[in-house]
């Protein structure tokens, strides 16, 4: 008897922490059904999408590193937030037709739904990184009413990130620009939203940690750290003992994987404060 099952894939996937989220989510939920991890080489990508493609039991799969953009000349059809991002992180099958989607984008934004519902005369967010998560991130801001200022180790690849917004409302500059005293009064909080966020691989287990001078981060801006290993990252620690608000990787990582969960299962994911607690349990441990 086949078993329905989704997978996330990529080239190294040992790491993956997807397993164990969406594993539980079936498991609450009396679903029957596998997530499982399957490593694929670029080489190996077209091939793979083919050989799932006639598989009446793949409901889908998460795509991470280094095959975002790779796979989207391999599809059917791209999602038009996806497209506009240039990255899918997941691809669904509907009757024989591969589609890809962007689920980064509206999971970064999950944690922070309180704060966007309310009003503000302001909001500007500090993203500091260019890769996939930072183009995700521009976009699901943008849309939010967000000024972007973008920082990268290469300011020509910040400068790609905002190219399709209102050259008003967004600015470039390298990422070093953060690591420098900046002697500015920020004055009171006000009413506006501010960000900060790391979407750079730095402060990960085994990198040097973001060299960001808080000098930078203006009073009562919320602290969003992209990095979930370790959980509570050199950046965050200073933000809290700076008395930041902070929200941390899972948080990021779980958003996506609710939106990604309902696309390959046809259902809600769990969402109480019970399940969010063993998940983390679960995902830390």
Same mark, same amino acid.
């Given at each position: 008897m086949t078993r329905a099952y989704a997978e996330v894939i990529g080239d190294p996937i040992a790491h993956s922490k997807s397993p164990v989220m @969406?594993?539980?989510?079936?498991?609450? +939920?009396?679903?029957?059904?596998?997530?499982? %991890?399957? @490593?694929? %080489?670029?080489?190996? +990508?077209?091939? $793979? +999408?083919?050989?799932?493609?006639?598989?009446?039991d793949w409901r889908g799969c998460n795509v991470t590193i280094p095959h975002k953009q790779a796979v989207m000349p391999l599809l059917d059809r791209i999602d038009p937030l996806a497209q506009a991002?240039?990255?899918?992180?997941?691809?669904?099958?509907?009757?024989?037709?591969?589609i890809g989607h962007n689920t980064d984008a509206p999971? $970064?934004?999950?944690?922070?739904?309180? %704060?966007?519902?309310e009003r503000h005369l302001l909001r500007t967010a500090r993203i500091l990184g260019t890769g996939g998560a930072a183009r995700a991130i521009a @976009?699901?801001?943008w849309d939010e009413g967000f000024t972007l200022i973008v920082a990268g180790r290469d300011s020509a690849k910040?400068?790609?990130?905002?190219?399709?917004?209102?050259?008003? $409302?967004? @600015? =470039?500059?390298?990422?070093?620009?953060?690591?420098?005293p900046l002697d500015f009064d920020w004055g009171e909080a006000g009413d506006r939203l501010d960000l900060? =966020?790391?979407?750079?691989?730095?402060?990960?287990?085994?990198?040097?940690?973001l060299d960001i001078d808080f000098s930078n981060v203006p009073p009562g801006a919320i602290v969003y750290d992209a990095v979930y290993a370790p959980l509570v990252t050199p950046l965050l620690a200073e933000a809290r003992e700076r008395g930041h608000p902070i929200l941390d990787g899972l948080s990021m990582l779980i958003g996506q994987g609710?939106?990604?969960?309902?696309?390959?299962?046809? =259902?809600?994911?769990?969402?109480?404060?019970?399940?969010?607690?063993?998940? %983390?349990?679960?995902?830390?441990?």
């Open positions: @969406h594993g539980l989510w079936l498991e609450q +939920l009396g679903i029957d059904a596998d997530y499982r %991890r399957t @490593h694929v %080489r670029p080489e190996d +990508l077209a091939s $793979f +999408l083919e050989s799932r493609r006639g598989d009446a991002i240039g990255a899918v992180n997941t691809i669904v099958p509907r009757d024989g037709v591969l999971g $970064f934004l999950e944690p922070l739904r309180p %704060r966007l519902a @976009h699901a801001l910040a400068q790609e990130i905002v190219a399709p917004f209102d050259p008003g $409302f967004v @600015h =470039v500059c390298t990422l070093d620009t953060f690591a420098r900060v =966020v790391n979407a750079t691989s730095l402060g990960m287990t085994g990198q040097p940690p609710r939106i990604a969960f309902e696309h390959f299962f046809g =259902v809600a994911a769990p969402s109480d404060a019970d399940s969010d607690a063993e998940l %983390r349990a679960r995902m830390t441990a």
